[in-house]
């Protein structure tokens, strides 16, 4: 009698098994976007001023967002590319470019809305840009602190902007 109370138990607890690694396997793919539905929950880091994203970022240049360019697909969302004319480069490698493709980092765990408070890099005017390169794309820092507008003289504001 134990013995058959023992395997049923054992068989339940494989299948319970088997189903869980099943789930958490579709989930895991889900979450790093390989079956095209899920969308990766990414916790950012929180710069407390713009010159501690520059630190942090690969490349910093003041220039001129001219257009969009086109998506490309990060953490699961569809983000937006963008044309930025650069007229300084403040840190990184000099590639001689006068224009850059940026892709403007998504904000994550929306439920597919990439902006919900609009894309950073839909300005006007000369902002500075603090970006990464993130498997050979060149993307904000973060969705909200990859921006900013230059400070009253001119260069990397000592904050950010308030709102």
Not at 33 to 50: A, H, I, K, Q, R
Not at 79 to 94: F, N, R
């Amino acid at each position: 009698m134990n013995a058959q109370r023992h395997v049923p138990r054992r068989l339940g607890g494989a299948a319970l098994a088997l189903a869980s690694v099943a789930l958490l396997a579709g989930c895991a793919l889900d979450d790093v976007g390989l079956t095209g539905e899920g969308e990766t929950c990414v916790s950012w880091v929180d710069f407390g001023t713009p010159e501690q994203a520059a630190g942090d970022a690969d490349v910093v240049v003041l220039g001129t967002v001219a257009g969009r360019d086109g998506t490309e697909r990060l953490f699961g969302l569809r983000a937006s590319a963008w044309t930025v004319d650069v007229a300084e480069l403040v840190k990184g490698p000099d590639t001689g470019d006068d224009a850059l493709r940026v892709v403007s980092t998504p904000v994550t765990c929306t439920g597919g809305d990439a902006y919900p408070d609009g894309d950073p890099l839909d300005v006007d005017g000369e902002v500075y840009l603090f970006l990464t390169l993130d498997g050979g794309v060149l993307r904000t820092l973060t969705p909200t602190q990859g921006v900013v507008a230059p400070g009253p003289g001119g260069g990397i504001p000592p904050r950010w902007p308030s709102g």
